[in-house]
């Protein structure tokens, strides 16, 4: 079978992996909040890094809620999307280096991971918006963490939102486009 088929039949099949976007929306939502109430720094941190303990039940919720196969079993790449997600926890120690060294910095961290590991999904979905979003918004958070020098922390989980819309919103059009070629 033809590689790209396999890629494009992943893209449909999971819907680009939609669900686990929507969840990373709802978890950036719940950091946002977190960073906009009265608390030490080294409290936020550790709330945020919590709320990253939902994303996997409630990615198959969601997935689940717009019908995305989430498994993706079946498909001869299929595990190769969640070795892709494990990936991330690998990035971590960076995190917990910035939650103990450098604390305001740590939700800066935290985004720049997360919009960079999004990279290999263009390859796994032959998904172009992942290929365009990843660096952008990794970049997109530097600039803005810079800008911010440790003060109104709560816009870089809010800035993660919008950024992770517009990708939702591409990939769907992305998904659309090749459903129909199937």
């Known amino acids: 079978m033809d590689l790209t088929k396999i890629r494009n039949e992943l893209s449909v099949k999971g819907k680009n992996g939609i669900g686990f976007l929507l969840s990373a929306v709802v978890i950036w939502s719940i950091i946002t909040i977190i960073f906009l109430l009265p608390l030490g720094i080294y409290q936020k941190n550790i709330y945020m890094l919590f709320t990253t303990g939902l994303m996997f039940p409630l990615s ?102 919008i950024l992770l819309l517009v990708l939702i919103v591409w990939l769907i059009s992305d998904y659309r486009r090749k459903a129909e070629e199937m």
């Open 60 to 161: 198959v919720g969601m997935s689940t809620l717009v019908r995305a196969d989430w498994r993706l079993q079946g498909n001869q790449l299929g595990d190769l999307g969640l070795f892709l997600n494990l990936a991330q926890v690998i990035y971590f120690p960076i995190l917990f280096w910035g939650i103990a060294r450098s604390p305001t910095e740590a939700i800066m961290f935290f985004a720049i991971i997360t919009g960079a590991h999004f990279f290999p999904y263009g390859w796994f979905y032959n998904a172009k918006p992942f290929y365009v979003m990843a660096p952008i918004i990794s970049l997109a958070i530097m600039f803005l963490g810079f800008y911010l020098n440790g003060e109104s922390l709560w816009l870089i989980p809010l800035s993660m939102i």
